[in-house]
């Protein structure tokens, strides 16, 4: 009996643990958004968000610029990067024991260790000493090498998470495997899809060292692709490690922006797939 | 228009276990054939053979022969893709699509191969969820999801889809397997019902539904087909002790 109680005990120990752990992991998030959001709230209004930089010491001034290039550099990224993943997926969850397959997923899994700052160099070694010049286009190739393989992988996942039940009945039905991947096993999967590609977008839309070793940065507003572009995060750290008391505001609100961006775009994520599962 | 179907010789390897071995049937047109027998025994893979879904894996190998009518569907002409249209299967577990709706279930298969469209779609989907006795209870949710329905009703789902590309004969797995009584009663019903258009093979455990349902049984055990032959004279006196034994319960 002794030994019953004792087992119960230590259950309710071992449970409070574990909500202990997550209220600490909830309380760290909410401290950090509390803290951007009362140094950053100041420095954000409509002029802020539509404005280019100023010299320093002129008042107003805003982050317009990097707002657009950071869009058009993710919005880039995902480009080249949804493609490549959701087909390499594709491949990779009709083909799962070809020694193509399992090299993928092993230069995937080694992708996603690399350092940022990694890719930041390959493709400034690449692409901008090539060139000679600093670009969005060189900062979109970049986002979308760290983007890549977050998307395969968790496509891949969502995709096997298809059951093969599904595909044989698709099969059975007389659908080829092209028919049964296009009209079965993505359309079963857009939900779980959805969500690896908004990860991959807010892992992009924060990077700072691939954007800054590619696109650099500008005071100017984007004209072309192959013109260098200020970016969110990097203005964060331009201005953030500057001694000016502005500029060091302006990092804060910017923060908030970029923080508020991704936020927004995980909830949709979650949005999305709730009214998605409530239609079904 | 519905063929006969018929398997000679059959062997069959998976990397080097042979599951089937030199299986020989003959399953008439407008008949319900049954194979029976213990689990792993074969009888699946018999019926997977007959629509190919075991191109799918590449470590099986397959010889011998089954013809629909005078083609043997295992020659290397021929497309299994196109085969599976003329085939239709009933798996143990129901699986409609869970993206569709009742509607788009049934019509999966008229838009695969461009078969029909717009009013002829519609109708053609009304035609086969009555077939498969299901149009009463959904005629009014056709939009509502396919999962959304009971299992015995996803079963009859199922039924209507595969009608729904006119198939030349019925494979079901185990069709009653995960389904209650009454579910289990009116696929039954369907089945016979089917049986006047169509060739049909049916995997069951339960002996009483072979008896009920099929008018030949096929036993097969370990690999080897023991015994086939008309159910009725199987059930009241079999040829072979084996299937004696496994017919009154001392075995299996």
Not at chain 1, 74 to 102: C, M, R
Not at chain 1, 139 to 152: R, S, W
Request: glycine letters at 8%; one cysteine or more; a positive charge.
């Amino acid at each position: 009996m002794a030994s019953k109680k004792m087992r119960k005990t230590t259950g309710y120990l071992l449970e409070f643990a574990c909500l202990l752990s997550a209220l600490l992991v909830m309380l760290a998030l909410c401290l950090i958004l509390f803290y951007i959001f009362r140094r950053g709230i100041a420095a954000v209004n409509i002029p802020f968000l539509t404005s280019l930089p100023t010299p320093v010491g002129e008042p107003g001034g805003g982050i317009g610029n990097a707002l657009i290039g950071s869009a058009i550099m993710v919005g880039l990224g995902s480009l080249l990067a949804i493609p490549f993943g959701i087909s390499a997926a594709i491949y990779l969850d009709q083909n799962p024991k070809s020694k193509l397959a399992g090299a993928t997923r092993f230069a995937n899994r080694v992708l996603t260790g690399v350092p940022s700052l990694i890719v930041g160099l390959f493709v400034f070694t690449v692409l901008v000493l090539r060139t000679g010049n600093y670009s969005a286009l060189a900062g979109g190739i970049a986002l979308a090498v760290m983007m890549i393989p977050t998307i395969t992988l968790s496509a891949e996942e969502m995709l096997r998470l298809v059951p093969g039940s599904w595909r044989e009945a698709s099969l059975a039905l007389g659908a080829s495997k092209k028919q049964t991947v296009l009209m079965l096993i993505l359309p079963a999967a857009t939900g779980g899809l959805a969500v690896g590609i908004m990860l991959a977008v807010a892992l992009a839309a924060g990077q700072t060292a691939p954007v800054l070793l590619t696109a650099l940065t500008s005071r100017f507003w984007l004209e072309n692709l192959q013109q260098p572009s200020a970016s969110l995060p990097v203005l964060i750290y331009n201005y953030a490690s500057s001694p000016f008391p502005d500029w060091q505001e302006q990092a804060w609100g910017a923060a908030l922006v970029l923080v508020t961006t991704i936020l927004i775009l995980n909830v949709a994520a979650q949005l999305f797939i709730v009214v998605r599962n409530r239609r079904l | 228009m519905t063929q006969s179907i018929a398997v000679e010789d059959l062997s069959v390897w998976f990397g080097r276990h042979q599951v089937l071995k030199n299986v020989s049937l003959y399953a008439k047109p407008k008949e319900v054939t049954a194979l029976i027998g213990p689990s792993g025994c074969g009888k699946t893979t018999l019926l997977r053979c007959i629509n190919r879904l075991h191109d799918l894996y590449s470590n099986a190998t397959i010889q011998g022969k089954i013809k629909l009518d005078t083609e043997n569907i295992l020659a290397d002409n021929v497309d299994p893709v196109e085969l599976r249209r003329r085939v239709g299967m009933i798996f143990q577990k129901p699986n409609p699509f869970p993206h569709l709706s009742i509607f788009e279930n049934v019509a999966a298969g008229l838009r695969l191969h461009g078969l029909a469209c717009g009013r002829a779609a519609a109708d053609r989907v009304e035609s086969c969820l009555r077939k498969a006795a299901l149009w009463e209870e959904v005629k009014d949710n056709l939009d509502r999801p396919g999962i959304m329905l009971s299992g015995g009703q996803q079963q009859r789902l199922c039924i209507a889809r595969a009608l729904a590309i006119e198939p030349t004969v019925f494979l079901m797995d185990e069709p009653c397997a995960s389904l209650d009584p009454v579910s289990t009663m009116r696929i039954e019903e369907l089945i016979k019902e089917l049986k006047e258009d169509y060739t049909v093979i049916i995997v069951t455990h339960n002996m009483q539904q072979a008896a009920r349902i099929s008018q030949q049984t096929a036993f097969v055990l370990n690999g080897e087909l023991v015994e086939a032959g008309p159910t009725t004279e199987m059930f009241i006196a079999a040829k072979d002790d084996r299937t004696e034994a496994y017919l009154t319960g001392q075995m299996g």
